[in-house]
């Protein structure tokens, strides 16, 4: 027998990889289904593996507590996977980030927020009511989520200030906190949900206000060719 008959084949695990991505999959789809439907405290650990045909072991596994799969529900709910890509990263993002256009900028934020409000509006106001019935580690996980959105939101509304797409005399801090709750999934809920605004209506309302409270009057940045024609 020749050495290279002999050589031990390469393993290659991609099969066991992509079930496990399959099985992970499952398990988030589950738990937020039932989320929605039944509302987080009324979920067990045992009723989404029960949903997802795989153990309550395996869940554990994979997750750990109810919290860290709650978080993980949601983090793949605002991004629309669960690949290991922060939101900062994505490329609806970079687009905002590359667009000279203050107003394009907003409009493009807020078509951004219109498709997070459409994944998020129905679990987020089930954990929001789940935490506000006493549950101490969901209100810990919202006041969480809370947060994350503000730092992201003050991280856009930096980069027009730093762009010169930041109308003059609007401080920064205000300009984060007016962006923060007009771009929330509890808003997108309020106007689409229950006033029952189509999605489109809400998104060109999101346009305006956000142009309206931040983009500077020429619309292409106070240092740019308009400003001085």
Known sequence: MSRKQMSPRPYDNTTRTEQARALRHRVIDAARELIVQRGPVAVSIRDIADRAAVSRETVQKAFGSKSALIKTVYD???????EPTALAD????TQIIGTPDPREKLS???????????????????????ANSGDPDLRELVDKLDAERLTGVGQLVQHLADTGCLRAGVETAHARDLVWALISPEMYDLLVTNRRWSPDTYQTWLTKALTDALAPATGIGETGDAASG
Do not use: N
């Open 76 to 82: 793949a709910t605002v991004a629309g996977d669960d």
């Open 90 to 93: 994505r490329p609806q993002i």
């Open 108 to 130: 493009l934020y807020a078509a951004l927020a219109r498709h997070l409000g459409e994944r998020l509006a129905p679990l987020l106001s089930k954990l929001r009511a789940g």
